[in-house]
């Protein structure tokens, strides 16, 4: 079955205690990237990836780092959280750039809560 | 002034309405115009994606977009209470980075019996 997981799906931490949060896709796709959905504010991406080692900032970069080794998997690291990274964070792919006008593929989404 | 705007609602019918939902913008450089569905506690999911103005059907939805007055709409027809759920407009527009796209914040849609 073709789709994106992320893992954890629910995270609870504590100011400034690094994480992670993995992101894997089983399409072959090229083009990944992470976005967070806050009340009123609607999905913001975070960081995007067009290909193995190419990653880009989105709109909301900061207090965020992302890698991408390996073309299946986009892990979004999180070195020193704070409460306002309280989010829904997503996951999306899509086979490559300029295809579908874009439109991508998500995962389940990860709750993650910073105290 | 964002650059999607989308009604949050909730907008609530009875089963078997036509439901319009819709989406006005401002970058005149979005190129892609695409709707997703997104379940509770659930990730967005890709309903239909058009390019030119005009009107794309499939199934019991039909995405209209309007680029002279930057006005999308996406309609259902014989709504399902199984069509609960907040519907996204996202538009892209070609960026050094590929496709960027941007989403309104969503409208959530109830369908009752």
């Known amino acids: 079955e073709a789709q994106v997981t992320q893992n954890p799906r629910y995270l609870i931490t504590v100011t400034g205690k690094k994480l992670t949060v993995t992101c894997s896709q089983n399409?072959?796709?090229?083009?990944m990237s992470w976005y967070r959905q806050d009340p009123g504010l609607g999905l913001r991406q975070i960081y995007y990836?067009?290909?193995?080692?190419?990653?880009d900032k989105g709109d909301v970069p900061e207090g965020y780092k992302v890698s991408r080794k390996e073309k299946r998997n986009f892990p979004l690291i999180l070195e020193s959280p704070s409460p306002n990274q309280t989010s829904l964070y997503f996951c999306?792919?899509?086979?490559?750039?300029?295809?579908?006008?874009?439109?991508?593929?998500f995962g389940p989404g990860t709750r993650l809560t910073v105290l | 002034q964002k650059e999607v705007e989308q009604d949050p609602g909730p907008l609530s019918v009875p089963e078997g309405a036509i439901v319009s939902l819709n989406c006005t913008y401002s970058?005149?450089?979005?190129?892609?115009f695409m709707w997703y569905r997104q379940y509770s506690r659930k990730g967005p999911e890709l309903l239909m994606y058009?390019?030119?103005?005009g009107n794309k059907e499939d199934g019991r939805f039909t995405a209209q977009v309007d680029k002279s007055s930057k006005y999308i709409s996406l309609f259902i027809r014989d709504s399902q209470p199984s069509d609960s759920a907040t519907y996204l407009c996202?538009?892209?527009?070609?960026?050094?980075?590929?496709?960027?796209?941007?989403f309104g914040t969503g409208t959530q849609l109830k369908v009752e019996l």
């Open positions: 996202a538009m892209s527009e070609i960026t050094g980075g590929g496709n960027k796209l941007t």
């Open positions: 990836s067009m290909n193995v080692e190419v990653t």
């Open positions: 399409m072959n796709h090229e083009y």
């Open positions: 970058n005149s450089a979005f190129q892609y």
């Open positions: 058009t390019y030119s103005s």
């Open positions: 999306a792919s899509s086979l490559r750039v300029g295809t579908s006008g874009g439109s991508q593929y």
